[in-house]
């Protein structure tokens, strides 16, 4: 990940709604949810939430798909590693360390 990508993740992420939502995408997982429910869950309008959501999709935190007539939104677990990745990169003055092992994150299902 590149230090752009990271600082627009970062910046995605620094907004309660924003990480409420990614954290509650995270916790679906793959399945994702659709975007009524994730308005119900976290109490937002639909305005708000398609707002919040295209700044995730901009930061490449979100994902979207159709499902018939709904969309489903899951979070990019790729970015999300990758992000834990760049912020860990340098931990531990180079030696192996645990923050940096993201192998088994999500129990390697994604």
Avoid: W
Wanted: with cysteine; net charge neutral.
């Amino acid at each position: 990940m590149n230090s752009n990508l990271a600082v627009r993740a970062l910046g995605a992420l620094a907004h309660d709604s924003r990480l409420a939502i990614f954290r509650a995408l995270v916790v679906a997982g793959a399945d994702g949810m659709p975007a009524g429910e994730i308005a119900q869950q976290l109490g937002l309008t639909p305005s708000s939430l398609s707002f919040h959501l295209k700044d995730l999709s901009h930061a490449e935190l979100v994902k979207s798909r159709q499902d018939g007539r709904f969309v489903i939104y899951t979070a990019n677990f790729d970015a999300m590693t990758g992000l834990i990745g760049f912020l860990t990169e340098n931990c531990c003055s180079g030696a192996t360390c645990t923050a940096s092992d993201l192998s088994n994150a999500c129990g390697g299902k994604q």
